[in-house]
């Protein structure tokens, strides 16, 4: 297998609904920022991925097409909120078999306003399901995901006796990374008071401030072997040195948090660990899935930062930021960042890569040389990819 390089990176500010350009121009600017960051010319691309779920069939064409035009194969990838990461699972696989050498994936989304729901009205839901064992686990009613993750959230505080300050905490925590994030569409500090008194949203604890917004955007990266970067002279500081994509089985349906897919990252980060033999302890930064904080908190226990349970005393330790054992989310995380379903993953990626390049600005995680990247898409997908630095030859 070959080694695969992230050759370029690149991403547009993302912006709430209504404010943002057409797909077709975001996704072209971050496809030509991640030519532009691997100095490669189009003709260097020998396929594309494309990730995106609210659009029509070749949306992913008629965005790349306004990059370039070259007569390459493009799949169209739609893979719930776990897209993203699934264009760069494979795009990462296509080079590492040895089947071409560069690969383009990319992701975008133009979200509404509100809260997540189907536009098929038609026909069955492959949430239908969900809401039939959330019924049965006699949670309230609501949109699938707010219902989905409130009720893992919710689970999680019942299960180990947690307190629902836990979240708020987690919550300033991301907010504060935002900070030194210019891609960050949230920026303004928060308290804990400021996250416990926003509206409450489902059940008794849920707040807005504890709920990631819809957001319009895109990002891109070029993945390449280790001999096309050598050949082309590419910086290859920077590789995916592991990655595993897991679906549902039927523990998925045990409780609220599997659910949410606390199992599926489970057992794709111990695949990931397994692969290279890297201690979860020693990952210097993570950016993974916070569409809600909750979700944030069961996920370091599913990555295996901290044991079952031992989140109230991870975050009160302060080891999920600067100064202790794991960086989480220095970026800000979806909470701040945003959330355009079909980018989400590829602007993780944007943000290990600048991290392990030593590029991340007054948000650098010091001496980082190993980023875990966690992306969740209900219904479902967990896709948990490990990035390396690598010593110069």
């Not at 991403?11 to 960051?37: E, N, T, V, Y």
């Not at 383009?104 to 809260?115: C, I, R, T, V």
């Not at 050598?230 to 948090?257: E, F, L, Y």
Request: contains cysteine; aromatic residues 8%.
């Amino acid at each position: 297998m070959n080694k695969v390089i992230v050759a370029g990176v690149s991403m547009i500010k993302f912006s709430k609904p209504g404010q943002q350009q057409p797909f077709r121009i975001m996704a072209a600017q971050a496809i030509q920022g991640a030519l532009a960051d691997a100095g490669l010319e189009p003709k260097a691309i020998q396929q594309a991925y494309g990730s995106y779920i609210y659009g029509d069939s070749t949306c992913g064409q008629h965005a790349l097409y306004d990059a370039f035009m070259t007569g390459i194969p493009f799949i169209n990838v739609n893979n719930n909120c776990s897209s993203g990461s699934t264009a760069i699972f494979l795009a990462r696989q296509a080079v590492a078999s040895g089947a071409v050498d560069c690969v383009l994936a990319f992701g975008f989304e133009e979200m509404q306003k509100g809260a997540l729901g189907s536009h098929w009205q038609d026909r069955e839901s492959p949430f239908d399901i969900f809401h039939t064992k959330l019924d049965q686990m006699g949670y309230p009613e609501g949109p699938i995901a707010l219902r989905a993750f409130g009720a893992a959230g919710h689970d999680y505080l019942c299960t180990y006796d947690a307190d629902p300050s836990l979240y708020a905490k987690v919550a300033v925590k991301t907010r504060t990374h935002a900070l030194n994030n210019s891609f960050a569409l949230l920026n303004t500090p928060l308290t804990e008071a400021d996250v416990l008194d926003s509206p409450i949203v489902y059940m008794n604890y849920l707040t807005r401030f504890m709920c990631c917004p819809p957001t319009c955007g895109a990002a891109a990266t070029v993945i390449c072997s280790e001999a096309f970067a050598k050949k082309h002279g590419i910086d290859a500081s920077v590789a995916i040195t592991g990655q595993a994509m897991t679906t549902d089985t039927p523990s998925s349906w045990d409780n609220a948090r599997n659910l949410v897919g606390a199992d599926m990252t489970q057992r794709a980060a111990d695949q990931v660990y397994q692969q290279t033999g890297v201690n979860p302890l020693d990952i210097d930064v993570v950016e993974l899935h916070d569409c809600f904080v909750p979700n944030e908190v069961i996920s370091y226990e599913g990555l295996r930062l901290c044991p079952a349970g031992g989140a109230t005393e991870f975050v009160e330790n302060k080891d999920n930021t600067y100064g202790g054992q794991t960086v989480v989310n220095p970026s800000g995380g979806l909470m701040s960042k945003g959330h355009p379903v079909g980018a989400t993953g590829l602007a993780q990626c944007f943000e290990l890569t600048q991290q392990l390049r030593g590029n991340a600005g007054a948000r650098q995680v010091q001496d980082a040389k190993i980023g875990l990247q966690h992306n969740l898409g209900l219904g479902g997908a967990a896709v948990v990819t490990l990035y390396q630095k690598q010593k110069r030859s």
